[in-house]
């Protein structure tokens, strides 16, 4: 049963992981085995918290001090990875084996260029090369993972980039050396659905051009189906079945697999014209649009935002680039605004001008809300990964001078629970949760001083259907009950279409259509909202 089948370039044997809580082992994956053959495209699918990315991580060397290896082996090659020391890991990995990582800011350096950390896989694993031809299958991989303009992001640092933009560096670092074994966890989570199609054919053709074989980890069915020929679905850290693609999600055995098919085809359908009415936002259900914008929480006029880039060449002027170029719109009191576009479009920035985060900008921001808060799209360039949960959600409270501990604890307990984790939770560092989880700690972050006006960039990409559902159902919820007002950026339609009451388009930094959500879905007029809405997956 342990040895390696012939064919398969990894095989996974009794693998189960664990962290110490309170004196006890809790098992995060349990006793899970799997082969992936030579040049073949298997996926892993499961909720959040499933197991999926510490099975990855494990496969990796990547896993966390604090994580412990209970059992099992990890065969790749003939080699036994788990045996493996910390310098004969680190050759393989990068040219060998390599993973695309669901959050990109956990990687990439910020206090390096993008080409020079592209590069640095080229000097560490094909020294033979000299550097024009380096730069060269540096841009290649670059355009190659769907990014325009290379020359100039050669150049550029992560923070300038937006969240899939960053994310398609990592697909662009991993592939750049052809490895054997391509893990890619969530790679299209940040990606808009213009781009999805694109990244998943390069990852199939790269695994069909050069023999790699990909273990693909996703919560999105659409992204298992498209590409793989088998998947494993994992729950509460366990296989709880396998097969063929053709026939898992035609005539699944399993309770749990059903579900998640239902969740998924719950979503809105790729023609527009057939949104299920159990998960659409229906005429009745949005309040009316007040067009005089009486009771506005935030009006924004003639905006503008610039990034300072540094000079090319030595002692060169710094450049100012613009990001959004006259962009204006009002969100009223209790009312979720959408903000769509691919990514790069400028929505991301727009959020960060309107919370006060960027100073390059020319316009006029009136906020009516002392303290607007903003849920980011990756967890780890916003939550502090040294401190616990229960600290990071109750240092907001200590600064807004809450004195009394009791109630402190209480109100993050009480947060926990309204996010869908559990209470112990607070006990957790980040490192110890899946990505859905720590995006889930960073909403809660968001509502726990009660304001107002809250801006929403990305808050479910990381979470699987069956979640996504509960979230958007939450900030509803408290959307409802506080007067709350969102500002609601995602690339996803489906999470727009069930959360807004208005949407902006946004194309190359400007607002190139805004209307209410029906309107754009079965009306739109920009031929790029057009585009967007005939993409969807």
């Known amino acids: 049963m342990n040895q390696k089948k012939a064919g398969a370039i990894l095989a996974v044997n009794h693998l189960s992981i664990g962290f110490h809580q309170k004196g006890d082992i809790h098992k995060v994956v349990n006793n899970v085995s799997f082969r992936l053959q030579e040049g073949e495209i298997l996926g892993i699918v499961g909720e959040s918290g499933s197991g999926k990315t510490m099975t990855a991580l494990a496969v990796m060397g990547l896993l966390s001090k604090a994580a412990n290896i209970l059992g099992g082996s990890i065969l790749f090659g003939n080699q036994d990875l788990l045996k493996l020391s910390i310098e004969e890991l680190r050759k393989l990995k990068g040219k060998q084996e390599a993973m695309i990582f669901q959050e990109p800011m956990t990687s990439l350096n910020p206090v390096m260029t993008i080409g020079s950390q592209v590069e640095e896989m080229l000097l560490l694993h094909e020294s033979e090369l000299n550097a024009e031809q380096r730069i060269k299958r540096v841009l290649s991989a670059l355009s190659e993972a769907g990014l325009t303009d290379v020359e100039n992001l050669y150049h550029k640092y992560p ?15 991993a592939m750049i050396c052809k490895p ?61 079945e396998e097969g063929l693609v053709s026939d898992l999600f035609i005539n699944p055995e399993k309770e749990y697999t059903k579900s998640l098919i239902a969740a998924k085809t719950g979503l809105l359908k790729k ?48 450049i ?20 769509v576009g691919e990514s790069g479009s400028g929505k991301s920035t727009l959020a960060k001008a309107v919370v006060g985060l960027i100073e390059s900008k020319t316009g006029e921001i009136h906020l ?49 629970r309204e996010v869908g984790l559990d209470e112990n939770y607070a006990d957790r560092y980040l490192s110890e949760m899946s990505g859905g989880q720590r995006q889930r700690v960073a909403i809660g972050a968001a509502l726990i001083q009660n304001s107002k006006f809250i801006v929403l960039d990305e808050p479910v990409s990381a979470l699987d259907v069956t979640v996504q559902a509960q979230i958007l159902e939450l900030l509803k919820k408290l959307q409802k009950e506080y007067n709350l007002s969102y500002l609601f950026i995602s690339h996803d339609l489906n999470v727009i279409y ?12 400007e607002l190139v259509e805004t209307a209410s959500v029906e309107n754009l879905f079965h009306n739109p007029k920009h031929p790029y909202s057009k585009k967007l809405l005939d993409a969807v997956l």
């Open 498 to 509: 069930q959360m807004c009451d208005r949407v902006c388009v946004m194309y190359q930094g």
């Open 159 to 173: 923070h300038q980039l937006s969240g899939g933009m960053r994310q398609r560096v990592m697909i662009a670092m």
């Open 368 to 416: 009516k809300e002392a303290k607007p808060q903003m849920v980011f799209q990756d967890p780890y360039s916003s939550l502090n990964p040294a401190k616990k949960v229960g600290w990071i959600l109750e240092e907001p409270l200590k600064l807004a001078n809450s004195k009394n501990p009791k109630e402190r604890k209480e109100k993050v307990s009480k947060v926990l």
């Open 271 to 318: 023609s527009k014209k057939n949104i299920p009415e159990e998960v659409a936002r229906t005429e009745n259900d949005r309040p009316e649009l007040n067009a005089d914008k009486s009771g506005y929480i935030l009006e924004v006029q003639n905006l503008k935002v610039y990034y300072e880039e540094k000079g090319k060449k030595l002692f060169e002027k710094r």
């Open 180 to 240: 054997k074994l391509l893990i890619a966890d969530e790679p299209t989570t940040a990606l808009d659905v213009t781009i999805q199609a694109q990244i998943l054919s390069l990852v199939q053709s790269l695994s069909e051009e050069y023999g790699t074989s990909v273990l693909l980890i996703s919560h999105d069915l659409g992204v298992i189906q498209k590409i793989c020929s088998r998947a494993i679905v994992m729950q509460n850290g366990e296989i709880v």
């Open 320 to 339: 100012k680039k613009q990001i959004v170029n006259n962009v204006s719109f009002y969100i009223n009191s209790g009312e979720i605004l959408g903000i």
